[in-house]
């Protein structure tokens, strides 16, 4: 295993935490495919609470049952027993599935998009592009995700997350949490074929557009 391989590090960023001191009093495993710049790490998070909760408070959290590999796929994935903690500053992208939610009714979570607006989406985070919908308050850019915030990851639905041309996700993930700091770009796209939607000729109808929703 290299050592030090998280190149990116806080200033400030806490110590690793050992198994036996995790902070979080209580917690519950949570399956998790984490992307830094390099590697690819899937494992188990022990977090107490909702994951988005969780990473955004930029603590280490506790993992275990990790394996890795190069993000290029050069090599398949290998155990790594020594990464025992990750801080998730070094996360650009987290993809997770239904288990990493709190369980809700289907009125909470109608509830929880209540005044907010969905754009679709593509996010560039190199070398990553996650394509997918973000839900955000009436007024608010999609642009302004590149604007620093108390919140460091953004959640995406029905998501996926390309390397390249080659896609990283599959069936069982459920959204993608991504790191703001990592954020180069923002698109409005369409979800079907990830471009950008096209103009149509001739002038405007009337009503509002995708492209005045946020105005």
């Known amino acids: 295993m290299p050592f030090d391989f998280l190149k990116r ?3 400030d960023a806490a110590p690793s935490l050992s198994p036996t001191e995790n902070p979080q009093g209580d917690s519950r495993p949570v399956r998790f495919e984490g992307l830094t710049e390099e590697w690819r790490l899937v494992g188990t998070m022990h ?3 909702r994951l988005s909760d969780v990473i955004n408070r930029r603590e280490p959290i506790e993992i275990s049952d990790v394996r890795w590999m190069p993000i ?8 790594a027993p020594g990464l025992r903690s990750v ?6 992208v987290i993809m997770t599935d239904e288990a990493s939610l709190p369980i809700l009714t289907d009125e909470q979570r109608a509830a929880n998009r209540v005044h907010k607006v969905s754009y679709d989406v593509a996010l560039e985070a190199p070398p990553y592009r996650i394509i997918g919908t973000v839900f955000l308050h009436p007024g608010s850019d999609p642009e302004r995700l590149l604007d620093r915030a108390t919140e460091m990851f ?8 390309l390397v390249g041309d080659r896609a990283l996700t599959d069936d069982s993930v459920d959204a993608i949490l991504v790191n703001r700091f990592y954020l180069r770009g923002v698109d ?8 950008p939607h096209q103009k149509l000729p001739g002038a405007p109808l009337g009503g509002v557009s995708w492209q005045d929703r946020s105005r």
């Open 47 to 49: 977090i107490a609470g």
């Open 188 to 195: 409005q796209v369409d979800l079907r074929t990830g471009e």
């Open 87 to 92: 801080d998730p500053y070094d996360l650009v």
């Open 72 to 79: 290029d796929g050069s090599t398949p994935l290998e155990d």
């Open 9 to 11: 590090k806080r200033a």
């Open 154 to 161: 953004v959640p995406v639905v029905d998501a996926r997350c």
